[in-house]
C-alpha cells in the first residue's frame, strides 16, 4: 500500500515531509518515507532492496526499514539513478505498534532524517547523506508499506505535511 501527493516537490526548495505513523508488525514488513520519483500505485516501493541497495525509483531520498534484511531503519537516497550513501539509525530500536514522528527533509542534492516519539522528543541523532538526489528534479510526499510474508500487514498514519519554499530565491 502508498500514499503519494504529486509531483510538485523539489529539493532545490527544501522540502520537508512529516508523518506520525506506527505499523502494528515490523517482523514481516517493509516501509519507506521520504519523497520519490515515483507515483502512487506505479512501484512496489522507491527501495527494490534495502541490502544492495536498488531501487525502483530514479531520484528518491527515503528512511527505510526492511524486515527482510535487517532490523535497522536507514536514510537512502538516489540521485539520477546511482545510489548515494546510506545512514543506518543503528542508535534506535523501533518497537512494533508505537506511534512515531518520522522527518526526511531535502536541502538541495543533500538529504536529513530523525525520528520523534509520539511526544515529539527527538530519539537518537539527525542523519544526513550528501549528494542524496537531483535538486531539480519533480518529487512526491512517500508514505509506504509493504507485506514480506503470506499475511496482510498495515501501517496507521495518524497525521502528516509537507511543505518547501515557494521558490529558490529569497
Known amino acids: 500500500s502508498d500514499l503519494s501527493w504529486g509531483l510538485h516537490y523539489q529539493g532545490q526548495l527544501n522540502c520537508t515531509y512529516v508523518a506520525r505513523f506506527k505499523v502494528p508488525v515490523l517482523t514481516t514488513r517493509k516501509f519507506e518515507i521520504g519523497f520519490t520519483d515515483v ?39 538516489v540521485k539520477a539513478t546511482v545510489a548515494s550513501a546510506v545512514s543506518d539509525f543503528t542508535e534506535i530500536t523501533l518497537v512494533a505498534d508505537t506511534d512515531y514522528y518520522f522527518i526526511v527533509g531535502l536541502e538541495g542534492t543533500d538529504a536529513y532524517a530523525k525520528v520523534l516519539d509520539a511526544a515529539g522528543r527527538q530519539i537518537g541523532y539527525e542523519h544526513k547523506i550528501a549528494d542524496a538526489v537531483t535538486a531539480t528534479t519533480l518529487l512526491t510526499p512517500w508514505l509506504f508499506v509493504q507485506n514480506r510474508a503470506g499475511s496482510a500487514g498495515s501501517m496507521i498514519v495518524d497525521w502528516h505535511m509537507a511543505y518547501q519554499m515557494r521558490t529558490t530565491t529569497s
Open 39 to 77: 507515483i502512487s500505485g506505479t512501484d512496489a516501493g522507491a527501495v527494490n532492496a534495502k541490502a544492495t541497495p536498488t531501487w525502483t525509483a530514479d531520484n528518491a531520498v527515503v528512511l527505510v526499514f526492511d524486515s527482510s534484511d535487517d532490523t535497522n531503519l536507514t536514510l537512502m537516497g
